[in-house]
C-alpha cells in the first residue's frame, strides 16, 4: 500500500523561499511518477510539477517554471519541491501523488501541507 506524506508547508513572504517534502512508502517506486499538485479555496487542483522516480525526468506546470525544482532522493524516498520566488498566487495546500508510469491517473495522494504567501 503506497503512502505520501507532505510536510514543510507555512507561510512565507513573498518572494521567500520554501522546501516541501513528500516521504513515500510501500513500494520501491521504480516504475512510478510522483507529483505535486496544488488546490487554492474556491478553485480546482491543479498540477504543478512531477518526476520519474527511476530516471528523474521532470516536467514543470508553466506558471512554475524557472521558480520551482522538483527532485528526489531515492535512499531516503522522499520527493522535494524546492519554491524560490514565490507569489501570493502561489498560495495553495499542496498534495504529493503518485501513479504507476503506464497510467495516467494518479491514484494515491497525501493529505495536503499549507502554504500561503504573504504580500
Known amino acids: 500500500q503506497v503512502q505520501l506524506v507532505e510536510s514543510g508547508g507555512g507561510l512565507v513572504q513573498a518572494g521567500g523561499s520554501l522546501r516541501l517534502s513528500c516521504a513515500a512508502s510501500g513500494s520501491t517506486f521504480s516504475r512510478y511518477t510522483l507529483g505535486w499538485f496544488r488546490q487554492a479555496p474556491g478553485k480546482d487542483r491543479e498540477f504543478v510539477a512531477r518526476?520519474?522516480?527511476?530516471?528523474?525526468?521532470?516536467y514543470y506546470a508553466d506558471f512554475v517554471k524557472g521558480r520551482f525544482t522538483i527532485s528526489r532522493e531515492i535512499p531516503k524516498k522522499t520527493m522535494y519541491l524546492q519554491m524560490n520566488s514565490v507569489k501570493a498566487e502561489d498560495t495553495a495546500a499542496y498534495y504529493c501523488?503518485?501513479?504507476?508510469?503506464?497510467?495516467?491517473?494518479?491514484?494515491?495522494w497525501g493529505q495536503g501541507t499549507q502554504v500561503t504567501v504573504s504580500s
Open positions: 518526476i520519474n522516480w527511476s530516471d528523474g525526468t521532470t
Open positions: 501523488a503518485a501513479r504507476l508510469n503506464v497510467k495516467r491517473q494518479y491514484d494515491n
